[in-house]
């Protein structure tokens, strides 16, 4: 999938406008020149026709990494070629975090469009587990912004498991919840922040796809809309989005309350 399989690939994807390289200004850059600190390569659009429980979405998706990522890598692929090594080819995939862009509708039209920033959870988007109310408000956004008039779109942070802990510590952040400490106490008894997660590839990618434009962003957390906005992106108004409360998660819920969240005490015993 990526160029350094083999390098004629980038050629050809460049001429047929399948692969572009942005800025953190979300401007597009010359590919083929010198990397650029924070700019990302965005490969699309692919056509991704989605069955989600009982719900099916035509969207058009967009992979997205950050060339600092992709220029490692492609340097290692260079040796592993040199060397004949094919064989170690697939090792190199989990050293880069590859961040998705589900599109719905015609950005042409947008003038408001309805955008989720959805940070990774294997546990909740994957699994289903009901510890918290991820897999839930990814399902209910997709859906939310395949209704909406103007359509949007849902950018899918990869390296945002556990809130940028990664899912190691994330499991054993799980481990001390179970021993009385709430989300945020067991990050911190591992010596590890509150929330550690980097908006600033989501920031250059709304910047690319709303060319400066407002949108609507489904969250309840002002920490993200504050970092958005200290990205340099304006006009983002915050539309609630509570989905997926359980017996299992209100206590998650709670935390997330205490910690900033726009949540009330309706919301979370509903």
Request: hydrophobic residues 35%; contains cysteine.
């Amino acid at each position: 999938m990526f160029t350094y399989i083999d390098t004629s690939v980038r050629e050809r994807l460049v001429e047929a406008g399948n692969l572009i390289r942005i800025g953190p200004d979300g401007l597009i850059i010359e590919p083929a020149g010198p990397v650029v600190s924070g700019s990302i390569s965005i490969l699309g659009p692919i056509p991704l026709p989605l069955e989600i429980g009982e719900q099916h979405y035509s969207v058009q998706w967009y992979a997205c990494v950050r060339n600092t990522e992709l220029s490692k890598i492609e340097d290692i692929a260079e040796q592993l070629r040199a060397q004949n090594a094919q064989e170690s080819f697939s090792r190199l995939a989990s050293s880069m975090a590859v961040n998705s862009v589900l599109l719905i509708g015609d950005t042409g039209t947008w003038t408001n469009p309805l955008v989720r920033v959805h940070s990774s959870c294997l546990t909740g988007d994957v699994f289903g587990s009901q510890r918290c109310d991820c897999g839930p408000q990814f399902q209910s956004a997709l859906q939310l912004i395949s209704e909406d008039e103007q359509g949007g779109m849902l950018i899918y942070m990869s390296g945002h498991e556990g809130r940028g802990i990664g899912l190691w510590a994330k499991a054993a952040t799980y481990l001390l919840q179970d021993g009385g400490e709430d989300t945020y106490q067991a990050n911190r008894s591992l010596g590890l922040p509150d929330d550690s997660r980097d908006f600033s590839d989501a920031a250059a990618l709304l910047k690319y796809f709303r060319k400066g434009g407002p949108f609507r962003l489904l969250t309840n957390n002002p920490k993200k809309i504050n970092d958005l906005e200290a990205a340099g992106l304006t006009d983002i108004t915050p539309v609630k989005h509570v989905f997926g409360v359980t017996d299992s998660n209100r206590r998650y819920l709670a935390a997330k309350q205490g910690w900033g969240h726009d949540l009330t005490e309706e919301d979370i015993e509903s």
